[in-house]
């Protein structure tokens, strides 16, 4: 059941309706609870039982780690969280990659070992749940947070329906306090709630899937040599597909919440935009940059132990971000790229902090450029099938190849969004929509949503997955 489909929309009026009746707090939870697992359910009945694991497993763990009084228990009760949690992740998301790179480490020995490939599927957003789950768990352990009160809320925590499959990653300290007392949106919150909604289906469906997704299509699932042209045209179009694409989840995620009287954490802000990586990444699918900040790079050790050790905790944070995203190679590569920008960032920033041409306007718009080139660049590995693949693009894109796939439109539409959606960001870039909305006169915030929404109807699109389901 994915946000641009008939049958969410029925679904989610049903929950709407459901909500608003006058039912008590606990039921109207429930009801939440309910939907939520027919929500995951509708994928794949049977994962739902690994959903309920990783619940019940960490809501114990963590009432046992509050009550112990000994460190070396608690941290038993920790690691039995991390096994249970990481290990059904390693399990159904890395199985079949590290079975594959094991036998080709044999080979390489001279060992010639055969085994069946399991297959295993992949349960959907058990990256994130797991990554929620796991976050409450080691607050209660730090005692940022004591055990929740209620199973109910708790277990409304980790399914919540709108962020459920692909987030934000929500924290418990964020969620929890929000059932303690009834939530009902205001007239207002609904309306900018399915504002924001039909803001986040018109990204997702006219902007990535409609007109960028064939452009990278063209140019990623040929087999032909693609010119430096297509190769750049493609890359920069799922520069933009892969922004809207997510981006309008989230946002889809924060307006449904919001219709139903719940605040969800932002998740991107504008970070095209961004004046550097460290910056890139406090813009960009912020929910895990502060998950991997908060429980992997300050657990290593952060900045607190000098240059190499810093560097040291950068890399492994982003090769773990990375490998988060995918079992390939690709995915490590591209999270590692990242981790050496940060650190050449990082290296630069002792040498020319004190320097004043930083803050020039015209040199912050260069730097913004520069890094949204970089970003893109990285990008390449993101979408790639396989190594090959990006290694061939980025032989195109950076070595002068003749056009063979005619893509005439297609650069003409690349053209057209993506100096926009730069612009865009660079204008919003220390606002945000609300703020920009709030400023606008009310009929022509009006006419905007109107016409998205006319939009949509005319072009329902193909119900294309968003991209980060896969993850």
């Known amino acids: 059941m994915v946000f641009n489909s008939l049958t969410f929309l029925v679904f989610f009026l049903t929950i709407v309706l459901l909500h608003n009746l006058l039912f008590s707090w606990q039921i109207k939870k429930f009801n939440l609870l309910l939907a939520s697992y027919i929500f995951y359910a509708a994928w794949n009945p049977p994962f739902v039982i690994l959903l309920w694991i990783s619940t019940v497993a960490d809501w114990y763990l963590a009432l046992w780690i509050y009550k112990e009084n000994r460190k070396s228990t608690k941290r038993l009760f920790v690691a039995l969280s991390l096994a249970v949690n990481l290990g059904l992740l390693g399990c159904f998301k890395y199985g079949d990659f590290i079975l ?19 297959d295993i599927i992949l349960p959907i957003g058990i990256s994130f749940y797991t990554f929620q789950t796991l976050s409450y768990t080691l607050d209660v352990y730090r005692g940022k947070t004591m055990p929740g009160k209620s199973f109910l809320d708790y277990a409304l925590y980790v399914t919540f329906f709108p962020q459920l499959v692909a987030g934000p990653i929500v924290r418990a300290t964020d969620f929890l306090p929000q059932c303690l007392q009834p939530r009902k949106a205001t007239i207002k919150q609904f309306g900018w709630g399915l504002s924001l909604l ?32 297509e190769a750049w045209t493609g890359t920069l179009a799922f520069s933009g597909q892969i922004f809207f694409d997510f981006s309008g989840y989230s946002t889809c995620a924060i307006g449904a919440a919001m219709c139903l009287g719940f605040a969800l954490p932002d998740n991107f802000r504008f970070p095209y935009a961004a004046i550097g990586f460290s910056d890139f990444w406090r813009r960009w699918h912020i929910s895990l940059s502060s998950w991997l900040r908060d429980y992997l790079y300050i657990s290593l050790g952060g900045n607190r132990y000098g240059s190499i050790k810093t560097y040291t905790n950068i890399m492994v944070t982003m090769l773990i971000g990375g490998l988060w995203h995918g079992a390939s190679w690709t995915f490590v590569i591209w999270g590692g790229l990242h981790g050496i920008y940060l650190v050449i960032e990082r290296s630069m920033r002792r040498l020319f902090s004190d320097q004043a041409i930083i803050n020039f306007r015209h040199t912050r718009v260069l730097l913004a450029l520069f ?36 893509m005439a439109d297609e650069i003409i ?31 022509l915030v009006s006419v905007f949503f109107a016409a998205i929404i006319i939009i949509l109807a005319v072009n329902p699109g193909e119900n294309r997955a968003f991209i980060y389901f896969q993850f």
Not at 103 to 109: D, F, Q, T
Not at 372 to 401: G, K, Y
Not at 414 to 443: N, T
Request: include cysteine; charge should be negative.
């Open 413 to 443: 539409t690349v053209l057209l969004i993506m100096p926009g959606l730069f612009a865009l960001h660079w204008y919003l870039r220390d606002s945000y929509i609300e703020r920009v909305a709030a400023l606008l006169p009310w009929w």
């Open 100 to 118: 594959e790179n094991f036998i080709r480490a044999l080979y390489l020995s001279g060992i010639d070992f055969h085994a069946a490939m399991p």
């Open 198 to 229: 039909a803001m986040g289906l018109f990204q997702k469906v006219i902007l990535a899937d409609s007109l960028l997704a064939p452009i990278v299509e063209k140019v990623y699932d040929t087999q032909e040599k693609i010119g430096t042209l």
């Open 371 to 406: 890094t949204f080139l970089c970003v893109t660049i990285t990008w390449v590995f993101f979408r790639a099938e396989d190594l090959n693949t990006a290694l061939s693009i980025l032989s195109s894109m950076f070595s002068h190849t003749e056009t063979v796939v005619y």
